[in-house]
């Protein structure tokens, strides 16, 4: 399949070279709340809805903490009661209204991105965009979910979002081609490099990296060597900056477990998930955010 194509002509309600002035993200976990500082860090006026209040206060501080990082770190050399004051966290839907662009970030569960992208997308106006940040789940089928799948498109970014510089766009069979060239153009804005596809099981990077870290699990699974060994292989020897295993502790057992059994219900069996991936999300070892996963993150 040839890359997708780009129109030359944007319309100048799509930017292609600047960001959108108002952006929403729905969820504000690691991933919204990585989101919602790359887009702050770079002049947007962002706006981050939550669940509850408690979430919602934990979101702030963590959008609030990754800017002051960035400051301190000269990844930016803006002033951060500047950048905080185009800041907003709420619960409410409604609050999404004035948004020309409004990315979702909840967890991997389809009911769950549906009803979401639903509830965003009633609230927009209808020359405003609408993003998925699924890493597997079908952009086109979610689309078909929505009343203007013209407007909608994935947006996959990667953890950590503040020091990856890689963001997948995901093409849907409707997205409209303007929109298409105008996406690109906002991650070039984001200091970023995008990756074009057309929407497939997995998309290109999770189709790889999956393959990849599944075959090490079975490797450990075997006896073949290590976790540390396995991961020091495709560092040393293939230059990868992180090992598969590792890898996946940062990303989640429970996601990457998620994603390999919808790969393997759309491609196929050499993506079914090796039982000692099963075990270890059975035992909560869900990797970096509860401690243990492939390695120990206590200390």
Do not use: C
């Amino acid at each position: 399949m040839s890359s997708p194509a780009l129109p030359a002509n944007v319309p100048a309600n799509l930017p292609a070279d600047n960001l959108p002035a108002t952006v929403g993200v729905l969820g504000g976990g690691r991933m919204g709340a990585g989101i919602a500082h790359a887009f702050l860090i770079n002049g947007a006026n962002v706006l981050v809805v939550e669940r509850d209040e408690e979430s919602a206060e934990a979101a702030r501080e963590r959008v609030e903490s990754a800017a002051a990082k960035s400051i301190e770190r000269g990844a930016t050399d803006g002033n951060l009661d500047e950048m905080v004051s185009r800041l907003s966290v709420t619960v409410d839907y409604d609050d999404f209204k004035d948004r020309q662009l409004v990315i979702e970030a909840v967890p991997e569960d389809w009911d769950l991105k549906v009803s979401s992208l639903r509830g965003i997308e009633e609230r927009l106006a209808a020359d405003a965009y609408l993003a998925s940040n699924t890493s597997s789940l079908s952009v086109n089928g979610l689309a078909r979910e929505l009343k203007r799948p013209q407007n909608f498109l994935g947006l996959h970014f990667f953890n950590p979002v503040p020091a990856s510089t890689l963001i997948e766009v995901v093409l849907g069979e409707h997205t409209s081609g303007p929109l298409a060239r105008a996406a690109r153009g906002w991650v070039e804005a984001l200091g970023k490099t995008a990756v074009v596809v057309n929407d497939a099981p997995g998309f290109a990077s999770s189709r790889l990296g999956v393959a990849i870290a599944l075959e090490a699990m079975r490797m450990v699974e075997e006896g073949v060597a290590s976790a540390a060994d396995i991961d020091n292989a495709m560092v040393l020897g293939y230059k990868h900056p992180t090992g598969p295993l590792r890898t996946t502790d940062i990303v989640g057992l429970d996601v990457r477990l998620g994603i390999a059994e919808y790969l393997a219900s759309t491609l196929g069996e050499r993506f079914a998930p090796p039982q000692i991936l099963r075990d270890k999300v059975a035992r909560g070892e869900l990797g970096r955010k509860t401690g243990k996963g492939f390695f120990d993150w206590t200390d």
